[in-house]
């Protein structure tokens, strides 16, 4: 009876061991993918800063057809666009339509532009 009594203890003590290292192990890989996502959001925001583009709240953009407006444009975050590298895909709130449509550095535009884009905006939230 002791001998079942000591492997009882020692098959309940594995059983217990397991669920550790899995919780160690998910840990572990929670960890990881949180230091891609800073990872991830470092280089976007050191590539969008070394191109002189502003970034974190309104900025002017400009669809493919060529309409310039503002939007929300926050670096690793989406909620009203598709995401796909430097590019966005979203509405145009100038020509309604859907469009890719990327960051326009603001020094680079004419003043009339800017008033232009300033007076189309899209929509805050989705």
Known sequence: MSDSADSSQVDSSQAKASPEEGD?????????ALRLAILSAA???GA????????????????KEGHLFT????????????RLGPWRFQRCPVGSHWSLVKLVKAS?????DLRLAREHRDVRLP
Do not use: D
């Not at 969008?48 to 669809?63: I, K, P, Q, T, W």
């Open 24 to 32: 160690e192990g998910q840990t572990k890989r929670r960890r990881r």
């Open 43 to 45: 280089v976007e925001i």
């Open 48 to 63: 969008l800063r070394a191109h002189g583009y502003s970034f974190g709240g309104n900025v002017v953009v400009r669809c």
């Open 71 to 82: 939007t929300l444009w926050i670096p690793v975050a989406s909620v009203k666009a598709l």
């Open 108 to 112: 680079e535009l004419g003043e009339h």
